[in-house]
């Protein structure tokens, strides 16, 4: 991998120097990966989902520059009523808005299709969060009901430009088929051009947008895997943005930079370490706990840096709505040894762990490996590229899954896509369940369906407390985005937080040469 990497930036170098300087309407982009994964919006996850989401747009949308629930907008949609029962939602479309290439204009087909596809097990990851809504009607060419099973206060965060919340087109779908996943159609301020393996993705301006034509005229959306490389390419002005080291060290030195700005924002991902009970002898509730005991999770912290890591408290992330931090647990190497040897494992065991090398894990990993080996615990740690570990962690493959992620923040997205049975990974359900936890079914529906916002804080507390006891996880910290960009680059608004955790590409971001 550092060969097709160190390769790929002697030949963006060798281009540089042979070809005339590049347009001020291009951007340069690189992300901290070896390649995409999924970009089919109701697949797409992580660098996936930065990438798509300037392509896509959803009914509604979080303002670019917050990740802000409360501040949810129209977006292909003007506006939407309620009913009484709170159980029926009718929104209304924008008109004239264009899908890219020749797909056509919006209409309800389009936003009922991709509901229904979110929806389904088969065609979307986000399929679960989707299993409130008993129907989605057309009224007219732009107007669209949709029926829920029980009042859901949080619908609007379902349907916004996140997840599978995007909006595609039937059309592209049903045309392009398999195609369709490698080149999604969108509505959004660019589209997709091509993907070079292992290079880069070109996205260009959708001069139609429906907000107005871009300013920048095309991306190029980079893979360099090397935080070293990035970097080099960054101060040597080939790149404009870069995917950041998320490190106090790194933070520190790039902002004493003249000719750059560091940006550290929300919505962070929440890293947790996800046990695998399924796999021995992880199924035995002292051997977890002795992993739970031997994590020092100040000292992660620390290694961190203080203005990139927040301390978790609870399986659900800080400052989702319904976190509750009542359940805690101090390190204890005495302890940890103590509950082994009780287990039958006295002198200690080893676990198969798949982890990924991107420089937000790795190093993160190698330093719990060092915790667990303090209690006996040795972890087998098989370093992967991303996508591949992305792959394995679904198959089953890792006793421990080290985990990071940026849902909606309300308790019920994460409770229930990573610790509801059905979200368990290997089933045609299955979302992000690595630990295959099925402790808190009840509660995380209970807690879904009900109305009585006090009533659904108790059901949240519940599922917590019964998910941490039974160890299903050890919540860790929530990991804030860091990207730099050159003071060329004008986003167009203020970055105060990012839903698709990158700082969105908008109609009115701007780069100066």
């Known amino acids: 991998m550092k060969t097709t990497t160190w390769a790929f930036l002697a030949s963006l170098a060798a281009a540089t120097a042979l070809l005339s300087p590049l347009r001020a309407e291009t951007l340069q982009v690189a992300a901290g990966t070896s390649d995409i994964t999924n970009i089919d919006p109701h697949r797409a996850n992580g660098f996936d989902s930065m990438l798509i989401a300037n392509v896509f747009d959803g009914l509604v949308r979080f303002p670019p520059g917050s990740a802000d629930p409360a501040k949810i907008e129209p977006d292909l949609a003007t506006r939407w009523e309620t009913s009484p029962d709170g159980k029926s939602w009718t929104f209304h479309l924008r008109k004239g808005v ?8 919006l209409t309800a087909d389009d936003v009922v299709f991709s509901l229904k596809r979110a929806a389904d097990p088969s065609t979307s990851s986000f399929a679960a969060n989707f299993a409130g ?16 099973k029980y009042p859901d206060a949080g619908l609007l965060g379902l349907l916004s430009n996140f997840h599978g919340g995007m909006i595609v087109s039937k059309k592209a779908v ?4 398999r195609e369709f996943a490698a080149k999604p159609i969108g509505t959004g301020p660019y589209a997709i051009a091509e993907h070079v393996l292992q290079q880069h993705v070109k996205l260009v301006a959708n001069k139609g947008y429906f907000r107005g034509a871009p300013k920048i005229d095309d991306i190029l959306w980079r893979f360099v895997l090397s935080d070293s490389s990035r970097d080099l390419a960054f101060q040597s002005g080939q790149l404009d943005l870069i995917y950041g080291r998320r490190d106090q060290r790194w933070v520190t030195q790039v902002k004493a930079r003249p000719e750059a700005i560091v940006d550290i924002f929300g919505q962070g991902e929440f890293r947790t370490l996800h046990i695998n009970k399924s796999i021995k002898p992880l199924d035995d509730l002292r051997v977890r706990q002795a992993i739970a005991l031997a994590i020092d999770l100040d000292q992660i912290v620390r290694f961190v840096g203080p203005d990139v890591a927040k301390k978790g ?42 982890v990924s090398n ?5 190093p993160i990993m190698e330093v719990i490996q060092n915790q667990l080996g303090k209690a006996g615990i040795k972890l087998d740690m ?14 089953n493959a890792s006793a421990l899954v080290f985990y990071g992620a940026a849902r909606f923040p309300v308790a019920d997205t994460y409770l229930t896509e990573f610790y509801h049975s059905a979200a368990t990974v290997g089933k045609p359900t299955a979302i992000t369940n690595f630990s295959h936890c099925d402790v808190a079914d009840v509660e995380i529906e209970q807690a879904r ?7 659904q804080m108790a059901d949240w507390k519940i599922a917590q407390d019964k998910i941490h006891k039974d160890v299903c996880a050890v919540p860790l910290f929530e990991l804030q985005q860091v990207w730099a960009r050159s003071k060329k680059v004008d986003y167009g608004y203020e970055l105060k937080g990012a839903i698709n955790i990158a700082p969105q590409i908008t109609e009115k971001t701007s780069v100066t040469r």
């Open 133 to 148: 809504i008993a129907d989605v009607v057309k009224l007219d060419d732009l107007t669209v009901r949709i029926d829920l």
């Open 174 to 177: 049903e045309q392009l088929g």
């Open 449 to 455: 369906k009900e109305a009585d916002p006090a009533k």
């Open 358 to 362: 991107i420089s937000s894990q790795l």
């Open 382 to 395: 098989k370093v992967v590229d991303h996508p591949t570990y992305q792959q394995q962690i679904r198959q």
């Open 313 to 354: 408290c609870s399986v659900v992330p800080p400052g989702y709505r319904g976190e509750d931090c009542s359940w805690t647990v101090k390190p204890d190497i005495a302890k940890a040894k103590a509950l082994l040897a009780e287990a039958g494992h006295p002198n200690g065991i080893t676990l198969s762990v798949v």
């Open 98 to 105: 264009k899908f890219h290439g020749e797909f056509g204009e």
